[in-house]
T-cell receptor, first 114, second 115 residues
Framework: GESVGLHLPTLSVQEGDNSIINCAYSNSASDYFIWYKQESGKGPQFIIDIRSNMDKRQGQRVTVLLNKTVKHLSLQIAATQPGDSAVYFCAEAQIYNQGGKLIFGQGTELSVKP | DTGVSQDPRHKITKRGQNVTFRCDPISEHNRLYWYRQTLGQGPEFLTYFQNEAQLEKSRLLSDRFSAERPKGSFSTLEIQRTEQGDSAMYLC?????????????FGPGTRLLVL
């Protein structure tokens, strides 16, 4: 079968360890950033978001860090669980200038070993 | 279920046929977005609506594609004269569009296979 486009970056972690997924975004004018989790055959599921006037935001077991100087975004997952196994996408948007349409990054496949 | 719903979930069609997908957004969400996702890639923006007005269309949206949101609630995406390259997952998302709460919530998608 065809395999074009299947070579996602992968991250493999042990259950209970912390995971860090990185993303470089492209547009310095972007003012809103969001992380999604996507399981096979399902739509993207919202995890956490952050606006450009912040550099850190925490949720339940997740933290997003934003470094505008180098246009870098990261997602930290504490105490990773097997249910966290999925593909993770970062996305950027310009809320006020472009209606909030999301520009997605490549995606990282997270595999959690029990 | 108060999330975004899409119908059908799967569609197999022959090249040259027309297909139509439906999206029902979260109630009272003003903005509705369509994205397309191919295997191993992130979703790509196609078009979006603010209430019933279609405000932007991507260059990915050829003239064979048309989207509507006639009453500012559900939306349809039609593809005419389908081609094999149209095979993809078509995702719908909605947001409140208030400028403060901009989270886009996605539906489960419609997977299209063109033979």
């Amino acid at each position: 079968g065809e395999s074009v486009g299947l070579h996602l970056p992968t991250l493999s972690v042990q259950e209970g360890d912390n995971s860090i997924i990185n993303c470089a975004y492209s547009n310095s004018a972007s003012d809103y950033f969001i992380w999604y989790k996507q399981e096979s055959g399902k739509g993207p599921q919202f995890i956490i978001d952050i606006r450009s006037n912040m550099d850190k935001r925490q949720g339940q077991r997740v933290t997003v860090l934003l470094n505008k100087t180098v246009k870098h975004l990261s997602l930290q997952i504490a105490a990773t669980q097997p249910g966290d196994s999925a593909v993770y996408f970062c996305a950027e948007a310009q809320i006020y200038n472009q209606g909030g349409k999301l520009i997605f990054g490549q995606g990282t496949e997270l595999s959690v070993k029990p | 279920d108060t999330g975004v719903s899409q119908d059908p979930r799967h569609k197999i069609t022959k090249r040259g046929q027309n297909v139509t997908f439906r999206c029902d957004p979260i109630s009272e969400h003003n903005r509705l977005y369509w994205y397309r996702q191919t295997l191993g890639q992130g979703p790509e923006f196609l078009t979006y609506f603010q209430n019933e007005a279609q405000l932007e269309k991507s260059r990915l949206l050829s003239d064979r594609f048309s989207a509507e949101r006639p009453k500012g609630s559900f939306s349809t995406l039609e593809i005419q004269r389908t081609e094999q390259g149209d095979s993809a997952m078509y995702l719908c998302a909605s947001s409140s569009g208030t400028g403060y709460q901009e989270t886009q919530y996605f539906g489960p998608g419609t997977r299209l296979l063109v033979l």
